[in-house]
């Protein structure tokens, strides 16, 4: 059993991303970092991860102990169905070149990164890990969903035939710093900031939104989830008589990562609205897809061994408000996105 320590070299996936980003920040806070050379991060110019080869290399040259898989392709709705080629074979190629690597050059323990859109449309709620596969997904998601999920069947198939210590996240819909504030390919959280601040900025009267605004969503601060991630590491060990347990006894090799608070889409965005200060009005386009009704995580396993979550979703909401404004005015964008104000 490898136990994650101060000298362990840890290679962070997708460190440049808003969850490899957080988690690369909590590992600095440990004595973890690239100075003391135990920290090992890559960016898309120094290693493609759809490159099988370059990252075999890679692994061959830098042989870390643990690696946290958060690189993917992402984004909302809109891109995913514009994109599902894109969304399935880069995360397919991404996950299996460092899954296979990290077994191959003698990685101890590997953390892979899932999310809650692996579960089906309409699961029992709150959702548990063992509703995987047991109904359709939601189709406007499903090609990141079916990569995502191969992603962790693939970590289970290498403990199974070969007793590779690889674990998965499930975390909900994450937001903060360094989330992805693009308007046509953003999640929820980060679109609705947006919107609602630039038009308070242009002096819009009103905002238009995708949907009904009914689905419920679940909310989990980035940071909070790193946090989750280093607590995994050095808590979780499956083969461990009291590690969590699916209802049929087998031990859990992937964990639900949620808050515990859900709120409509119609709720959070008159809630950021007020946080912003916006007074104009809120215009819901139904012709617009809501996405799967309901999706709030049990997470009752991660609580038994003893992680929660700390942060609010006022305070989240306002620390990503100080980051979008902050990057707003460095790069000046004070062009008007017309196309979703009225």
């Given at each position: 059993?490898?136990?994650?320590?101060?000298?362990?070299?840890?290679?962070?996936?997708g460190?440049?991303?808003?969850?490899?980003?957080?988690?690369?920040?909590?590992?600095?806070?440990?004595?973890?970092?690239s100075?003391?050379?135990?920290?090992?991060?890559t960016?898309?110019?120094?290693?493609?991860?759809?490159?099988?080869?370059?990252?075999?290399?890679?692994?061959?040259?830098?042989?870390?102990?643990?690696?946290?898989?958060?690189?993917?392709?992402?984004?909302?709705?809109?891109?995913?169905?514009?994109?599902?080629?894109?969304?399935?074979?880069?995360?397919?190629r991404i996950?299996?070149?460092?899954?296979?690597?990290s077994?191959?050059?003698?990685?101890?323990?590997?953390?892979?990164?899932?999310?809650?859109c692996?579960?089906p449309k309409?699961?029992?709620?709150?959702?548990?890990?063992?509703?995987?596969?047991?109904?359709?997904?939601?189709?406007?998601?499903?090609?990141?969903?079916?990569?995502?999920?191969?992603?962790?069947?693939?970590?289970?198939?290498?403990?199974?035939q070969?007793?590779?210590?690889?674990?998965?996240?499930?975390?909900?819909?994450?937001?903060?710093?360094?989330?992805?504030?693009?308007?046509?390919?953003?999640?929820?959280?980060?679109?609705?900031?947006?919107?609602?601040?630039?038009a308070?900025?242009?002096?819009h009267e009103?905002?238009?939104?995708?949907?009904?605004?009914?689905?419920?969503?679940?909310?989990?601060?980035?940071?909070?989830?790193a946090?989750?991630?280093?607590?995994?590491?050095?808590?979780?060990f499956p083969?461990?008589?009291?590690?969590?347990?699916?209802?049929?006894?087998?031990?859990?090799?992937?964990?639900?990562?949620g808050?515990?608070?859900?709120?409509?889409?119609?709720?959070?965005?008159?809630?950021?609205s007020?946080?912003?200060g916006?007074?104009?009005?809120?215009?819901?386009?139904?012709?617009?897809?809501?996405?799967?009704?309901?999706?709030?995580?049990?997470?009752s396993?991660?609580?038994?061994?003893?992680?929660?979550?700390?942060?609010?979703?006022?305070s989240?909401?306002?620390?990503?408000?100080d980051?979008?404004?902050?990057?707003?005015?460095?790069?000046?964008?004070?062009?008007?996105?017309?196309?979703?104000?009225?």
């Open positions: 059993m490898f136990v994650l320590n101060e000298n362990s070299k840890i290679y962070v996936a460190s440049t991303g808003m969850v490899g980003s957080a988690i690369c920040r909590l590992l600095n806070r440990y004595g973890i970092n100075k003391n050379k135990n920290l090992l991060v960016s898309r110019k120094e290693l493609d991860l759809t490159n099988t080869f370059k990252v075999n290399e890679w692994f061959s040259q830098y042989k870390p102990d643990i690696v946290i898989i958060a690189a993917a392709k992402v984004g909302g709705i809109l891109v995913n169905n514009n994109q599902p080629v894109q969304f399935l074979l880069e995360n397919l996950q299996n070149n460092l899954i296979e690597a077994y191959k050059f003698g990685v101890k323990r590997l953390l892979f990164l899932g999310s809650s692996i579960y309409f699961a029992k709620q709150p959702i548990k890990e063992e509703y995987l596969l047991s109904d359709s997904l939601e189709e406007t998601n499903q090609w990141y969903a079916i990569a995502k999920i191969a992603g962790i069947k693939l970590c289970d198939a290498y403990r199974q070969y007793n590779f210590d690889a674990i998965s996240l499930m975390p909900t819909n994450l937001y903060g710093p360094k989330d992805n504030f693009d308007i046509d390919s953003s999640h929820v959280m980060a679109s609705l900031i947006r919107k609602f601040f630039e308070k900025f242009h002096k009103k905002v238009l939104c995708w949907g009904t605004g009914e689905p419920l969503r679940e909310f989990l601060y980035v940071e909070d989830f946090e989750a991630c280093i607590f995994t590491l050095k808590n979780w083969r461990q008589k009291n590690s969590p347990k699916e209802m049929n006894g087998k031990s859990l090799t992937r964990l639900n990562i808050s515990n608070f859900e709120i409509t889409i119609k709720e959070l965005a008159e809630k950021i007020n946080i912003i916006y007074e104009g009005q809120i215009i819901w386009d139904e012709t617009k897809p809501n996405g799967t009704p309901r999706k709030k995580l049990d997470i396993h991660i609580e038994s061994l003893g992680w929660s979550p700390k942060t609010d979703l006022d989240g909401i306002k620390k990503s408000l980051y979008y404004q902050k990057i707003f005015f460095d790069n000046n964008q004070f062009e008007n996105p017309k196309k979703h104000f009225q």
